[in-house]
């Protein structure tokens, strides 16, 4: 005879957690979705702006499920490097075609300990790698362990674009071309000191003025090989040191008859300026690794060899001044880059003027100077192009902002047109005026980003030596260069530097993650948990950080919208918000934590200046130091329902100390733009219950998040309708039967805990369609003995728990 237990999971609707109060700015109407009220930028009049719609942030524009992909490839614990091993694994799912979906299929890593000396690299589109837990192998978990001594990313998705993006670019330095035999000396030292805080790599472009044919040794002339010369203050002994540091790629690029021909090979960068694309046009690209630079820089110059001797050249009638920029976008491939596929983002063809005078905050509707070549469906760059103007007024000059750094584009797509005028399809997060020098439009044609790529359910370790040890992992989970991919049920311990950065990611979902004890020296460019250095549209949701700096963080001129909802940091160095250099866009909805801040940061850093703009703290709170929101002229931020120890700052503030509904701004506007279904898809219970912190805090990052915890009663985490009816006929038989029912479909986790909450036995974990389904538990081959246990079945984010007895 069998014993047969079933547990019934109901779908129950969603109970609101009340607040007193409602904001004047956004708040629920009688049709129960948000009104917006306007309102004019700090220092200004003009009553015309909204709040911006930050629901589009996550995988596929917010609102849709995680998808589960199929595995294809198994990996099972081995003794030595086990780093050969898994790449080879996830190189073979690479190859595999992709489904209809986008998706290729999961490389498995099985639950034990695998120790990895170099990183992992996924490179292809729809390839998921994929542990068995959240935990430590004797835990049941999967952990992959870095081993690596020096500082390197451990597992690095990455995409690439095949257009360098020009459209923000900054000129650092001019000369005259000298003799030939000579190393001319550039000054980059504004480049280098804005890209140390960002991605930690410099591209910089060589045009000339003038149609006179020049050329420098590129790193192909081994005798003479390009040098980017860094002199760096050294934190511990204070004198002065130089570091050399060679090219990582160049190449140069010629237009018209040649302009999809790549001379990445060649010994020279040759330079000359006949026009757009006329066929004795050449420009040049270097591209360094900064990432051994820690120490502050004194100065940097780039020193080119001549190879070209005008006094020689009969033909040389001009003095041809060079000009080195540096490019916002590293996406280029020494052997694969042309004129052709250089140009687009860069606007000299194809870029329209937006006429309307003063675009605000929120809109979705403007007018340019000319619509034709523009269709419907295209993907285009809305592009702020500040002036000196702008500058002035904000008083950044003195901390070396130049206007045309702060160039900051939007990937937007056209819905509708009508004459001159566009509507797009997400609503813009930052103001557009003439007076700061307006702005601009592109189409944009991007390729190469890889997408449906994923990193489940595993810990990452990386070895360290000491608590301030620096030679080791560096960023557990790298994305750069993807969209519509995600990172979810990970856990980084002792990495220097973060847990998920994200670089030139789009609509990224990060879901369940953990940063634990970062190990480095305790000062800056270290322990920024969870980072956007670079991105749009991404969503870190019930996310966990213990012993960062910067645990919610953001870095140089990143153009949102990109949200953090629902996330819990302790043990906080640093202060959670935008970090630097005007990132625009950004919602921190419930977010607990230590220091809390968007400021003008002035002098710090390299002259970081004001840190963001239009930046939401909705429901906040600060449990240590400050908590501070001021706002730049011509654009606002705020804090609104927050609660903290000593409020600063004079942004715009409401509701000081009691939050106010709704709960969630983002899960509201997600709400109301696609519907109940889309909050469900990729909310918890608990969220909508509102007490995700509290589950936050007693998760701490090690194993299922949704795992019963000790001295839980049976509807601790049961905010769902189900039964369990339980036979024990006797005499004793070991065989048992699982029956359940799913409401919806999606990835289910079914497992059974002792009382102490550590997980004895798991039963499913698998992607299941809706309806009824069943398992075998045998209690012998289990190694159960008498006793208490729980069941824990999860199906999307809700969960059942019952106790089950077991009697021998």
């Not at 639950?111 to 192998?137: D, H, K, M, W």
């Not at 000299?348 to 605000?360: E, N, Q, V």
Request: charge should be neutral; include cysteine.
């Amino acid at each position: 005879m069998k014993k047969i237990m079933i547990l019934l999971l109901l779908c129950l609707p969603s109970t609101r957690y009340l607040y007193s109060q409602s904001s004047n700015l956004v708040h629920l109407g009688a049709s129960g979705k948000l009104e917006y009220a306007t309102y004019a930028n700090f220092a200004q009049t003009n009553a015309v702006n909204t709040i911006p719609d930050f629901s589009f942030c996550g995988y596929k524009m917010g609102g849709v499920q995680i998808p589960y992909l199929p595995v294809k490839e198994t990996v099972t614990p081995a003794s030595g490097d086990a780093g050969a091993i898994i790449q080879a694994a996830i190189d073979r799912v690479s190859l595999l075609p992709s489904d209809p979906n986008g998706y290729r299929g999961a490389v498995l890593i099985k639950s034990g300990r695998y120790e990895i000396s170099a990183p992992l690299f996924v490179r292809a589109s729809g390839v998921v790698i994929r542990g068995e837990g959240q935990n430590t192998a004797d835990k049941g978990g999967t952990e992959l362990v870095f081993t690596s001594s020096t500082q390197q990313d451990f597992i690095q998705v990455i995409g690439s674009e095949t257009s360098v993006d020009l459209s923000s670019e900054t000129t650092l330095d001019t000369g005259v071309y000298p003799s030939v035999g000579t190393w001319q000396s550039f000054n980059v030292l504004n480049g280098v000191n804005d890209v140390l805080d960002g991605d930690g790599i410099i591209t910089c472009h060589i045009v000339a003025t003038e149609n006179q044919f020049v050329n420098y040794s590129s790193k192909e002339d081994s005798s003479h090989i390009p040098k980017l010369n860094i002199v760096v203050k050294l934190n511990t002994t204070g004198k002065d040191s130089v570091i050399s540091l060679a090219p990582i790629a160049d190449a140069f690029v010629q237009g018209g008859t040649s302009t999809n021909i790549n001379f990445g090979s060649s010994t020279s960068l040759a330079i000359k300026n006949n026009g757009v694309n006329n066929n004795v046009t050449r420009e040049a690209y270097l591209e360094f690794d900064l990432s051994t630079v820690n120490d502050s820089v004194k100065a940097a110059n780039l020193v080119l060899y001549t190879k070209k001797d005008l006094a020689a050249d009969t033909a040389a009638t001009k003095v041809v001044h060079v000009i080195v920029s540096y490019i916002s976008s590293d996406a280029w491939d020494e052997m694969a880059i042309t004129y052709a596929n250089s140009r687009p983002a860069n606007g000299a063809a194809d870029t329209k003027r937006i006429t309307t005078s003063y675009l605000p905050t929120g809109a979705s509707s403007f007018s340019i100077d000319n619509s034709a070549g523009l269709n419907i469906g295209d993907t285009i760059r809305v592009t702020r192009t500040p002036n000196d103007t702008w500058i002035t007024t904000l008083d950044m000059a003195q901390y070396g902002w130049i206007a045309s750094s702060y160039t900051i584009g939007y990937e937007r797509k056209i819905t509708e047109i009508n004459g001159n005028t566009l509507t797009i399809d997400i609503p813009l997060v930052q103001t557009i005026e003439d007076l700061y020098g307006g702005g601009e439009i592109t189409k944009s044609s991007v390729s190469g980003r890889l997408s449906n790529c994923g990193i489940e359910n595993m810990l990452l370790t990386s070895v360290f030596t000491s608590d301030t040890a620096e030679d080791h992992g560096w960023s557990a989970v790298t994305l750069s260069y993807t969209t519509d991919s995600w990172v979810r049920k990970v856990t980084a311990r002792y990495f220097g530097y973060s847990c998920v950065k994200l670089d030139y990611a789009f609509n990224s979902s990060i879901e369940e993650c953990a940063m634990l004890d970062p190990k480095s020296i305790t000062t800056g460019g270290r322990k920024y948990s969870f980072n956007i250095d670079k991105g749009s549209f991404n969503l870190f949701q019930r996310c966990y950080a213990r012993g960062g700096r910067h645990d919610f963080v953001l870095g140089s001129r990143v153009a949102g919208p990109n949200a953090f909802v629902d996330c819990f940091s302790e043990v906080t160095y640093a202060d959670i918000g935008p970090h630097q250099r005007y990132s625009t866009g950004t919602l921190f909805d419930n977010i607990q934590g230590g220091e809390t801040r968007v400021q003008n940061r002035k002098d710090m850093g390299t002259g970081h200046g004001w840190a963001g703009a239009q930046t939401m703290f909705w429901n906040c709170i600060s449990n240590a130091g400050e908590f501070k929101v001021e706002s730049p002229t011509g654009a606002l931020n705020w804090g609104i329902g927050c609660k903290g120890l000593v409020q600063s700052g004079a942004g715009f503030w409401e509701s000081w100390g009691t939050q106010v509904i709704p709960r969630s701004l983002y899960f509201q506007q997600l709400k109301d733009r696609l519907g109940e279904i889309a909050v469900n898809n990729i909310s918890l219970a608990t969220q909508q219950n509102g007490d995700i912190w509290t589950s936050l805090k007693q998760w701490k990052g090690i194993g299922d998040f949704s795992a019963p915890l000790a001295g839980n009663n049976d509807n601790a985490y049961a905010p769902l309708r189900y039964s369990l009816d339980q036979n024990y006929p006797n005499p004793f038989n070991p065989e048992t039967i699982i029956s359940y029912s799913l409401p919806i479909s999606g990835f289910v986790s079914l497992k059974v805990f002792d009382i102490l909450g550590k997980e004895v036995v798991p039963l499913v974990n698998e992607f299941q369609k809706s309806g009824s389904h069943s398992t075998k538990l045998n209690i012998n081959k289990s190694g159960l003995t008498s006793g208490v246990y729980f069941y824990s079945l999860r199906v999307n984010g809700y969960v059942a728990i019952k106790k089950m007895i077991v009697v021998k």
